[in-house]
């Protein structure tokens, strides 16, 4: 079972549940390890539009990660614009890179998958593991949900280009900018 260190928020768990699959049979031997090395000696370098880097020290040799993930297709990314769009309207004074946890349901609702499954990525690393997907990208998937879980909104990032999907880095603009002026400076 996934600790919830690694999947805190449904966003997290999203992520989470690419290495941790419910319907898998028999739990990849590597993740204990993977996790480990998450918790430890893992950073990530970079996490935005479309790929994931990190290193990843196992006895003081690093090891870089870079996973490539798919952006959500235009549509795609219009439909979750407006998805999110609503959502930040319905919930405000969130904290900046939050979103509430519905739009999670509105997107998977609509079949807008937040997380990139393992056979859809694609994942390199400087190690010389025969095993692909190596200890290092695993741990760089948890590291990654750690961060999902810290600000959701990287969930989206990921997946989108930055123009045409926005979660606005202070909600409170689009709170703002949202208002009816009328309604918000009558009474
Ligand atoms: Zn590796």
């Known amino acids: 079972m996934m ?3 690694f999947g805190a928020t449904p966003w997290g768990r999203a992520w989470g549940r690419t290495v941790e699959p419910t319907s ?3 739990p990849n031997p590597l993740l204990p390890r993977a996790r480990t090395l998450a918790r430890n000696t893992t950073t ?3 996490a935005g539009v479309g790929h994931v880097e990190a290193e990843v020290t196992v006895s003081g040799q690093v090891c870089r990660v870079r996973i490539d993930l798919p952006l959500w297709p235009d549509e795609t990314q219009a439909e979750a614009g ?3 769009a609503g959502a930040m309207a319905e919930h405000r004074g969130l904290v ?7 739009l999670e349901v509105d997107l998977t609702q609509h079949a807008i998958s937040i997380a990139v499954p393992p056979e859809a990525r694609r ?3 400087t190690c010389r593991a025969r095993t692909r997907p190596c200890v290092h990208i695993l741990a760089t998937i948890y590291a990654l949900a750690q961060l999902v879980d810290e600000r959701p909104a990287l969930a ?3 997946r989108s ?3 045409k999907t926005t979660v606005t880095a202070d909600p409170g603009w689009v709170a703002l900018s949202d208002l009816d002026p009328a309604g918000f400076y009558g009474d």
């Open 3 to 5: 600790p919830p260190e």
């Open 24 to 26: 898998m049979a028999r």
């Open 44 to 46: 990530v370098v970079v």
């Open 82 to 84: 407006r998805l999110i």
């Open 96 to 102: 900046a890179g939050d979103l509430p946890d519905t």
């Open 123 to 125: 994942g390199e690393c």
């Open 156 to 158: 989206v990032e990921l």
């Open 161 to 163: 280009t930055p123009t």
